[in-house]
């Protein structure tokens, strides 16, 4: 009697214990599942990081840099990440989803496409803050060694585009564009047709010289792609060099080429005025004043795009954004590295939306 009372108390110890590592396992299971969802709240499949990831331009990757490194001077958070990717590889990346595999920041030599923020909105991107960081000039080069010379929006044009005026392009020296240019092979190092850079080129200069024509300008109207095909493309035949998204690139092989012209951000004109100098285009040259007044004819903003969806999940997004903005004035530390700062009303609208984090809507685009 007193052994079954024995077995019935040892029974009941194992069951308890069961029943207790059950309900341990329960909570962990649970626990578990709810951190998974707050670290998820940034999209599913890549876990969790406390670094922040930024892609993009090759022109605002300086400006980012210094951020970065500034950004971390507190204490609070950790060096981003940074990858060179150009702007439009760059969109491809941030806009593939939302998640801790996916890109926090965007960087961006030009403005975000309609066509990107479709796709951002296709792949459960559909929180995106644009933050217009400052302004930048589209510097057309050359080495201080190379005879010295100015061009028009339109002689660029002709010697770079594939089908000036809709005809192929036969130019190989500059004279052969206008004899008062010089006898030299045309040689262009430039940016690839990732880069916003290569977008800003077409829209600022390339389109601007092809419209001289008022039968090519006439097309716009009539035959879009015609006219795309005709202002945008740039010729493969060799005058024109894809240099890669590394604009310090283009700065090397201007230093060993005395007769060839470069095309790169004005940041990287500033910084090596001790070998290279700019072209100026129709009468203006590429100088901080020129370019901050408009005057410029290369003259652009620079943006970054944020993940609003990353906000709050990935540590230090909002606190970034707002060192960016705020580097970016007029005595900033940004300016010291080459970028112009935006006009005083631009900066306080910035700074609001660093704060707010509006969202971007898409008839804002084009």
Same mark, same amino acid.
């Given at each position: ?179 008062? +240019?010089?006898?030299?092979? &045309?040689?262009?190092? !430039? #940016?690839?047709?990732?880069? @916003?850079?290569? %977008?800003? /080129? ?26 795309? +095909?005709?202002?945008?493309? &740039?010729?493969?035949? !060799? #005058?024109?060099?894809?240099? @890669?998204?590394? %604009?310090? /690139? ?14 790169f951000g004005y940041s990287f004109l500033e910084e090596n005025?001790?070998t290279v100098r700019g072209i100026a285009i129709s009468g ?83």
């Amino acid at each position: 009697m007193l052994e079954r009372s024995h077995m019935k108390l040892r029974a009941r110890e194992t069951f308890n214990k069961e029943i207790l590592m059950k309900t341990k396992f329960a909570l962990l299971t649970m626990a578990t599942l709810a951190l998974a969802g707050c670290e998820n709240q940034a999209g599913g499949g890549g876990g969790s990081r406390d670094q922040i990831r930024i892609v993009g331009s090759s022109t605002v990757f300086p400006f980012a840099k210094a951020v970065s490194e500034n950004f971390v001077t507190s204490g609070s958070f950790k060096a981003p990440v940074l990858e060179s990717t150009g702007t439009g590889a760059g969109m491809s990346l941030f806009c593939s989803g939302v998640g801790a595999d996916t890109p926090d920041i965007e960087n961006a030599s030009r403005r975000m496409k309609a066509s990107e923020f479709e796709l951002c909105q296709t792949n459960g991107v559909t929180d995106i803050v644009e933050i217009n960081i400052g302004i930048d000039g589209i510097a057309v080069a050359q080495s201080n060694d190379g005879p010295s010379f100015s061009l028009t929006p339109e002689q660029i044009y002709k010697a770079i585009a594939a089908k000036p005026f809709g005809k192929e392009n036969t130019y190989k020296k500059w004279s052969d564009i206008d004899a008062s +240019l010089p006898s030299r092979p &045309i040689s262009v190092y !430039g #940016p690839p047709s990732t880069s @916003g850079t290569r %977008d800003a /080129l077409t829209e600022l200069i390339m389109e601007v010289g092809c419209k001289t024509d008022p039968a090519t300008k006439a097309l716009k109207d009539s035959n879009k792609d015609e006219y795309e +095909l005709i202002c945008h493309e &740039i010729r493969t035949d !060799g #005058p024109y060099l894809d240099a @890669g998204e590394n %604009d310090n /690139l283009i700065v090397q092989k201007l230093k060993s080429n005395p007769n060839a012209v470069g095309i790169f951000g004005y940041s990287f004109l500033e910084e090596n005025l001790d070998t290279v100098r700019g072209i100026a285009i129709s009468g203006v040259q590429p100088d901080y004043d020129a370019i901050a007044s408009g005057k410029y004819p290369g003259a652009r903003p620079l943006f970054i795009y944020v993940k609003k969806q990353h906000v709050g999940v990935i540590p230090g997004i909002q606190e970034y954004v707002t060192e960016f903005v705020k580097a970016g004035t007029r005595d900033g530390y940004l300016v010291k590295t080459g970028l112009i700062a935006s006009p005083e009303a631009t900066r306080t609208a910035m700074l609001e939306a660093a704060k707010n984090l509006p969202l971007l809507k898409k008839d804002e685009l084009k």
